[in-house]
């Protein structure tokens, strides 16, 4: 089956630029998505990006997609406090069904 | 506000003991899907609803599970003889097939201990 994976932790100065990352193996998804979880809270569209597509930028943050590699990324430009959170890589196919997502990344603020 | 609600919000329970949980999509969104959420995991697909036709349900739904949509609104999810490694928070999401129907907007969960 599909396998998403993550890096379980990434810590940043405030200001700077975040870049998660995601692998993920199968090459027929449709949608790649990053949501964004907070302390209990629900999950948060934050953007998604067509397979079709190289990358999609949505004022602070730019989705790059790298087919060939199966490689999809999220930058988080001028980071700040509020953006700390659990983000998660996810995949979806062309039916728009179930998605499947991956194990999450803590993003974590440092000032 | 005018987004997925989830009821209840956390649910305590002794093993053995039946639960059910209810979800209210987004009152324009036709189809609405259950995931289940463990400490340290993403979310994992349950089952979803077209209208109240239950197109696909993943094998994690085990015979103790079960799931309606009777009129294509609100849906429930019921889990019978809990056990402990029921324990999770039980998400619910919905989006609106046709455009946009990519999209699936997520609710604020229910979480389940089961003692």
């Known amino acids: 089956g599909e396998d998403v994976e993550q890096s379980l932790f990434l810590s940043v100065r405030e200001g700077d630029s975040s870049v998660i990352n995601c692998t993920y193996t199968?090459?027929?998804?449709?949608?790649l998505y990053w949501y964004k979880q907070e302390p209990g809270a629900g999950l948060q569209l934050l953007t998604y990006?067509?397979?079709?597509?190289d990358m999609k930028q949505d004022q602070r943050l730019t989705v790059l997609l790298n087919k060939k590699d199966k490689h999809l990324s999220l930058r988080i430009a001028d980071t700040q406090t509020g953006d700390s959170a659990i983000y998660f890589c996810?995949?979806?196919?062309?039916?728009?069904?179930?998605?499947?997502f991956g194990s999450g990344t803590r993003l974590s603020i440092r000032p | 506000d005018t987004g997925v609600s989830q009821d209840p919000r956390h649910k305590i329970t002794k093993r053995g003991q039946n639960v059910t949980f209810r979800c209210d999509p987004i009152?324009?969104?036709?189809?609405l899907y259950w995931y289940r959420q463990t400490l340290g995991q993403g979310p994992e697909f349950l089952t979803y609803f077209q209208n109240e036709a239950q197109l696909e349900k993943s094998r994690l739904l085990s015979d103790r599970f079960s799931a309606e949509r009777p009129k294509g609104s609100f849906s429930t999810l019921e889990i019978q003889r809990t056990e402990q490694g029921d324990s999770a928070m039980y998400l619910c999401?919905?989006?609106?097939?046709?455009?946009?129907?990519?999209?699936?907007?997520f609710g604020p969960g229910t979480r389940l201990t089961v003692t």
């Open positions: 199968d090459s027929s998804s449709t949608y």
């Open positions: 996810a995949l979806g196919g062309s039916s728009a069904s179930k998605i499947i």
């Open positions: 990006i067509f397979s079709n597509m």
């Open positions: 999401a919905s989006s609106f097939k046709g455009q946009g129907d990519y999209e699936q907007y």
């Open positions: 009152s324009e969104h036709n189809r």
